[in-house]
Each structure stands twice: as C-alpha cells, then as structure tokens.
C-alpha cells in the first residue's frame, strides 16, 4: 500500500538554527514527490516538485533532496515567518496525490 | 498570491440547506481537483475532473455534488449536510493529471 510518513511532527528551532525534515514513502510507479507549505487557515502553498533519485531544488532557505526512499527539506538559517505546517505528497501511478500528516515548524526569535 | 480562486472564504449552513463551493483558475489547466482537510490532518482527495469530465471519485457520499461547467471554473453543491462534513474545502489546478497540483486558499465550512 502506498504510503508517505512524515517525521518529525512538530519542530521547534532558534532563529537561524538550521536543520531537516523528512518525508519517508513506499509508493508504486512514483511519478513525482511534492513539498508544501501550509499557514493556518490557508490552502497549501507549493514549494517544489522533485522526480528522481539525486535531484536537488532550492528556494531561498529551503533545499529539497530525493533518493528512492525518502526526501529531505533542509531549512538554512530559518526566520520566525518560515513557521508553518510542511506537507510531503508522493503521486503514485494513478495520478493520485498521497500526502504525509505534514511537520509543523515553529520558529522562535 | 494563488490563482485558484475560491469563493466563499466562509459558509454557515443548516443540515437542510442547499449550497455550493465555487472554485476558478486562469491558469489554462485541464485538470481540476477537490480537497476536503480537517483540522491538523492532511488534505484527502474528493473528486478529479480532467478536460471537464470526472475521472475520480474517492467514494464521496451523494450529499456532495460536484460540477465542471468549463475549463475555468469548478462548483461543489452541498446537500444535506453533516455536523462532521465541517472541514476546509480546497480547490486545485494542474496543467494535466500528473503535473504539479496549486491549491485556492479554501473555504471554510460550518455545517450547523
């Protein structure tokens, strides 16, 4: 059964401490691997899509890493306003988006 | 700033009223998606369209009614509602099935 398991699931980090989330996923026929972010109260907001094993995407403080069983979301020096709930979703051969129950990140000042 | 607009932001309903969820993009996609998220989980898949006819439904009880009445622009009708259908209803796009999925902001809804 297709599956995306995210760890851990809260984080709490200093202003500019940086560190990683993980996204681990057993799906049949990935078609890609997808990152988001979530404010409260608001539609998740992408960030990147990643297709196969050794592909790297960067945005700003963000870094996103895929191998065949897992991705990382590497977050460099992190501000108060990268707060927010990080979704993982794989898109298993069906075309159906497969979401992991997300790592909520608070960042302090 | 997404563009996947849904309206309303909020709805208040009775168990008895009939509403709808109103979603549209500018963006050329072809493929259109309902989301249903309660809180603190992740979202769940409730109906795909692609190229305006329905090629998924997740089992989505009758009561929700979805409709596609062009490329741009995808409804969701409420009937006959449940306490428990309260959740946060999103819309997204995607150039085709298979491509990357852009979420609305959603519309909250209160089933009372």
């Known amino acids: 059964e297709d599956q995306v398991t995210q760890s851990p699931e809260a984080l709490r980090l200093q202003e500019g401490e940086s560190s990683s989330l993980n996204c681990s996923y057993t799906?049949?026929?990935?078609?890609?691997l997808f990152w988001y972010r979530q404010d409260p109260g608001k539609g998740p907001e992408f960030l990147f899509t990643?297709?196969?094993a050794g592909e790297e995407k960067e945005k700003e403080r963000l870094k996103a890493t895929l191998t065949k069983k897992e991705s990382f979301l590497h977050i460099t020096a992190p501000k108060p306003e990268d707060s927010a709930t990080y979704l993982c979703?794989?898109?298993?051969?069906?075309?159906?988006?497969?979401f992991g129950s997300g790592t909520r990140l608070l960042v302090r000042p | 700033d997404t563009e996947v607009t849904q309206t309303p932001k909020h709805l208040v309903m009775g168990m008895t009223n009939k509403k709808s969820l109103k979603c549209e993009q500018h963006m050329g996609h072809r493929a259109m998606y309902w989301y249903k998220q309660k809180a603190k989980k992740p979202p769940e898949l409730m109906f795909v369209?692609?190229?305006?006819?329905?090629?998924i439904n997740e089992s989505v009880p009758s009561r929700f009614s979805p409709e596609c009445p062009n490329s741009s622009l995808l409804n969701l009708h409420l009937h006959a509602l449940q306490p428990e259908d309260s959740a946060l209803y999103l819309c997204?796009?995607?150039?085709?099935?298979?491509?990357?999925?852009?979420f609305g902001e959603g519309s909250w809804l209160t089933v009372v």
């Open positions: 369209y692609s190229y305006e006819k329905l090629s």
């Open positions: 979703a794989v898109m298993d051969s069906s075309y159906k988006l497969i």
């Open positions: 799906v049949s026929g990935l078609r890609g």
């Open positions: 990643l297709y196969s």
């Open positions: 997204a796009s995607s150039q085709d099935q298979g491509n990357t999925i852009y």
